[in-house]
């Protein structure tokens, strides 16, 4: 017997003819085949249930229960058995109702002992391959199982496209992630899927031809959710597939296997770590690396197309007082919304961007001349005319800006910035509120301010400030009834520089801190001088800045300072500025009532100049106007000029307020003041500022300032010439 089998078969002989049995028996036990006998059907299923055989040669016509009952039983219990029918019977049908009922082969009685051998051969070798071919199609579904489970659970998106770029294959994934059924996407092309402005590229990336290394690897497309209205971010890497042609041995290309990530969320972090590189967190406007960025590309533009662009730099003007005296949050909020304003003004070509602080700086990168760029500056400032509400805080903002034109006032993007800034600090020296246009005398001019900054620090702890005081006449006695203290600077190097070339400096860089309270201390010291010279109590006006008020603790120091020189508040009068109402007039409004509260007065200094309406002032405890010297000139000749006087005059009256009237030159111009009933005069006819010692001289003589009306105090008289 040549059937090589691992294991040696048994085989189940069923036959109810004895000598059949018996012979049939040896043939296979000579053949070295095991087998068991059985003289009938029922015999034959007993022993199928209770043991394992490999084939049964069956004898179809038994008595008790026949062969085909036995076959329905092998069928019935899904036996795993080849089954040889030996049967007398010859009808055709018989053979093929045992070949139906799954017999492997019919053999008719009497057989030959060899063809029996070989069928049994035949069919043991049959079952040997289905065993091994069931055991690998278990392996292969088995490792089927696998791979399907892991393309399934693979965290990305895999895919398989035909030639023609149509979906042959998509993994379970396609459906948590974009919302799509991955039955509803076999058979459509690509494209379905993807964000319309990168269907270009995906054309290279999805639909993947080339294989091996050049192939695209980590490449991003945007795709469509197919339910949420949102774009995701896939990185796809794919490969073209290729077939060899059996017949010609040609390498066909049949589609794209691929493979696509979902990097969303890292996309939205890089964005975010991205935007926070190149923006300002605060406003959400460029940053300035940003800013230069795209001021380096506009120069590179402007220059090939021979065009002009513009850079601008932008500052808030007093900005600092509203951040100190109200809080960074509200400072935060305003900056936010003064970008938004001035965003408002812009075009969307134009970069704005936050340098720093309330410092912005603005590209247009395309202007047709300087009056373009004039415009855009002019509608910024007009913008702020309406105040800003933060909170209950109504805020007035005004701004300075600079202006730099290329290629007019610099070809690099370093020299257009600082021209700019130069430019901008010229807006503030000439009041601020206003734009400006670079030109290049301003770079001297701009040298000259460093230099007198640096002066300005050093003045102060050598000592250079004076103050001079100038006194304040009753118009009706002539008598002095003040002193206004102004402060002086005589600089070893530029000689004396007058307060108005001085003071705006000293508020931007905050120096006036310092010199106010110099100048409040020295104050306090002549008062006490006089006081203790047992002259009459004499009311001195000191000029506060804003910035003073502003500053924590300002009222506690006046305090300190009357304490220490033993002087009644009364006697102090402080002189503000209408733009120091405006800056923040809540704030303020309780600053200058504790002030108040402590008997000090307060004066409306440089009144008729700002643009604060009666009702306004009222909020403020005011105890002094003083008229604005620019409103004496020409009097009583300029009728205009004469008619604001009485009115205001009229004014104070009503009003219950003390006024002063500055700048008084002119017996004239006294004269008039006394008709309006004006209750003070300073000026030029009476004294002009003068240093503390000279002033008690004014102080002991006995008559009046004025000749004639009182006495005339004349011009060449006073040491301190320069100064006036
Ligand atoms: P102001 O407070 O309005 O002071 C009056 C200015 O007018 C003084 O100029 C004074 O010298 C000048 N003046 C007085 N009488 C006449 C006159 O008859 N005709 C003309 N044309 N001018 C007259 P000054 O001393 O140059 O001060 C200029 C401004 O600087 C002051 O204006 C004040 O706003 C500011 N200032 C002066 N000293 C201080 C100070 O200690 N602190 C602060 N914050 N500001 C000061
Ligand atoms: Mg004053
Ligand atoms: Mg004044």
Redesign the pocket.
Known sequence: MSVALAEQPLILIVDDELHLRNSLGSLLGLHGFAAIPADGGRAAIELLQSQQFDLVLLDLFMPDVDGHQVMDFIIERKLDICVIVISGDVSIDSAISALRRGAYDFLRKPYEPEELLLKMENALIKRRLEKENKAMNLQLEESERWYRYMVNSSPDIIYTLDANGRFTFLNDRVEPLLGYRKESLIGQHYSALIYLEDLEQARYILNEKRAGDRASRNMELRVRHNIESKLLTLEFSSFGMYEESQADRSIRHVGTYGVAKDVTERKRAEQTINYQAYHDLLTGLANRILFKDHLDLAIAQAKRNQQMLAVMFLDMDRFKVVNDTLGHVIGDSLLKKVASRLKGCLREGDTLARQGGDEFTLLLPQVDDREDAMRTAEKMIKSFDAPIQVDEHELYVTISIGIALYPLDGESMDSLIKNADIAMYDSKAKGRNRYQLYSSSMNVSFAERLSIEMQMRKAIDRQEFQVFY?PQINVSTGRISGV????RWVSPLHGGI???EF?PLAEETGL?LSI?EF?LRTTCKQAMLWKRAGLPPLRIA????ARQIEQDGFCDYISQLLHEYQLDGSMLEL?ITESTLLNDGEHIIEKLQMIASRGIKIAL??FGTGYSSLSYIQKFPIDTLKID?SFMRGIPGNLSNASIVSAVCAMAQGLKLNLIA????TPGQLQFLRTLKCSEA????FSK?LPGDEITGLLLRPDPLVPDMFQYRNESEGSASK??
């Open positions: 100038q206004e203290a102004l402060v007058t307060p108005l003071i006036i106010g100048v000191v000029n506060i800045s002189e200094d440089d010297q500055e700048g008084v030159e300073q000026g030029f006819l500022p100064w006036n």
